[in-house]
């Protein structure tokens, strides 16, 4: 069956650290992945985009990774603050996927404290 | 760039009522818009597609009649839930792709109460 795997349900770290989220998909063959930041009674925030034939993205203090041998996304915030507090979401499109619809997982929940 | 709205923020109803949600894309045209609902602590499930001009195509085991989509612009796509019940109680979140990317931007989401 297909799944999308975020690691725990529950990350939290301390302010500077640098958090790393993971992202895991079985039974997927994704063209391109998103992240995304929920916070509590809104909707998901696009933070970043990577193509299945990329290694690597960055942004400012977030870097997203992808690699399709071992179907895995990884998300780094590094120099964390408590302001990144907050629900993050991976979502996956699969390639000939025609109408750009998005698999998510189930979020990991990231609690930085000072 | 590249904001969805949604209205109303929340909404509460009696059962047996009917509630219109919109979804604009503020900045830019989508032809596509996407309609999910969240329950508490779930991932987003896609209800259905919404496509500019055309019939929405709805996920498996989502009732179209009862959830009506229509995407009249390039700018506005609305759900309407027909016949509300308690168990239509949810989170309802829009998405909307802008033409010729695949960047997908939410909505900030639609909290309606069925009494």
């Known amino acids: 069956s297909q799944k999308i795997e975020q690691n725990s349900e529950a990350l939290n770290i301390q302010e500077g650290k640098t958090a790393t989220l993971t992202c895991n998909y079985t039974?997927?063959?994704?063209?391109?992945l998103q992240w995304y930041r929920q916070d509590p009674g809104r909707g998901p925030v696009f933070l970043l985009l990577?193509?299945?034939?990329?290694k690597e993205k960055r942004k400012e203090r977030l870097k997203v990774t992808f690699d399709t041998t071992l179907k895995q996304s990884l998300f780094h915030i590094t120099a964390s603050q408590p302001a990144d507090s907050a629900t993050y979401l991976c979502?996956?499109?699969?390639?000939?996927?025609?109408?750009?619809?998005?698999?998510f997982g189930r979020g990991t929940q990231l609690t930085v404290w000072p | 760039g590249a904001v969805v709205s949604q209205h109303p923020s929340r909404v509460i109803c009696k059962s047996g009522t009917s509630v219109k949600i919109e979804c604009r894309s503020l900045?830019?045209?989508?032809?596509?818009m996407f309609w999910y609902r969240q329950f508490p602590k779930q991932s987003l499930m896609l209800m259905a597609t919404?496509?500019?001009?055309?019939?929405?195509?709805?996920e498996q085991g989502v009732e179209k009649d009862k959830f009506l989509i229509n995407h009249a612009s390039l700018t506005l796509s609305t759900l309407t839930v027909t016949s509300a019940h308690p168990e239509d109680s949810s989170f309802y979140i829009c998405?909307?792709?802008?033409?010729?990317?695949?960047?997908?931007?939410f909505g900030p989401g639609t909290r309606l109460t069925v009494t």
């Open positions: 919404s496509n500019e001009g055309s019939k929405a195509t709805y």
């Open positions: 990577i193509r299945e034939n990329e």
């Open positions: 998405s909307a792709t802008p033409t010729g990317s695949v960047e997908q931007y």
């Open positions: 039974n997927y063959s994704p063209a391109y």
């Open positions: 979502a996956l499109a699969e390639g000939g996927s025609t109408l750009g619809r998005l698999y």
């Open positions: 900045d830019f045209q989508a032809t596509t």
